[in-house]
């Protein structure tokens, strides 16, 4: 039987992580020290897709696959489990949580099922998701309600889903001009900790302010990742515009006054707009 390209990886990290014939540092990592390899090859995949590059994607794609293999042989290393066990999970996530498509062993729905629209789809998603999490806090060690939400998400990220999670509950503002109205106070409250010159408050105040901002975006139907990445692509850009001016004009940029780049600044965003 031909071997698949999924199994020959699978046998290539076993071979890698062998004590005696493998990779010395393939051999001595562990899932710990593996950790932040993960989210940086998630990152770098999401940088393929927005950039969209193909090859580029395939290679960041498995870049990130190997991530999963790897965790994958340590713990089997380990006995707890493996990758079989992995993708077995993962099938049976999708089934539970795709009523509309599968019967509960997994077959497919008669075609002209009721599929629902796509919003409808995603509540139901979210439904199942908090049933099982409620199955799982059952018992005196329950995580709490916004439990499962990974502290290494993008702290902007994290916020969004905490505020979202908060907001099954029914603790939400009603619509979008009351967050604005809470991020003016939290700038308010920012400004005032300044004056004081007290760090830490100033820090605590700032992060209060973050996370208002990130419920404003919930509430815009905003991603708040999505929209600060784009805010400091446009910085970027206005940057380079900004400094190609001035040394246009003879100047150096680390030379420069502040007027003379704030004047340079406010030409690249007139060039940006374009004619009135």
């Avoid at 090859?41 to 193909?54: F, K, L, N, Q, T």
């Amino acid at each position: 039987m031909t071997e698949t390209a999924l199994r020959r990886l699978v046998r290539l990290m076993a071979e890698l992580r062998d004590p005696e014939r493998g990779c010395a540092w393939d051999a001595a990592q562990t899932s710990a020290s593996l950790a932040r390899y993960a989210v940086e090859e998630a990152h770098e995949v999401v940088d393929a897709i927005e950039r969209g590059d193909p090859d580029d994607l395939r290679e960041e794609l498995g870049d990130l696959l190997l991530q999963v293999v790897f965790h994958a042989r340590i713990a089997e290393e380990a006995g707890a489990f493996g990758l079989d066990d992995v993708a077995e999970a993962i099938t049976a996530k999708l089934i539970r949580r795709h009523p509309h498509v599968f019967e509960a062993d997994g077959t497919l729905l008669p075609a002209g099922g009721p599929r629902r629209d796509p919003a409808a789809v995603a509540a139901q998603w979210e439904a199942i998701k908090a049933a099982e999490r409620a199955g799982k806090s059952s018992g005196a060690a329950a995580p709490g309600h916004l439990a499962g939400i990974a502290r290494t998400l993008p702290a902007l990220t994290r916020a969004e889903k905490i505020s979202r999670r908060a907001a099954e509950y029914g603790f939400d503002w009603t619509e979008a001009a009351e967050v604005v109205a809470k991020v003016r106070e939290e700038t308010d409250e920012v400004a005032d900790a300044l004056t004081a010159g007290d760090p830490a408050a100033l820090e605590e105040e700032i992060g209060d302010l973050l996370f208002s901002v990130a419920n404003l975006a919930r509430h815009a139907g905003i991603d708040p990742e999505a929209a600060l990445r784009a805010g400091n692509d446009k910085f970027v850009r206005r940057f380079a515009g900004m400094a190609r001016r001035v040394e246009a004009g003879g100047g150096r940029l680390a030379g420069s006054d502040l007027a003379a780049m704030e004047a340079a600044w406010a030409a690249v965003k007139r060039a940006e707009r374009g004619p009135a």
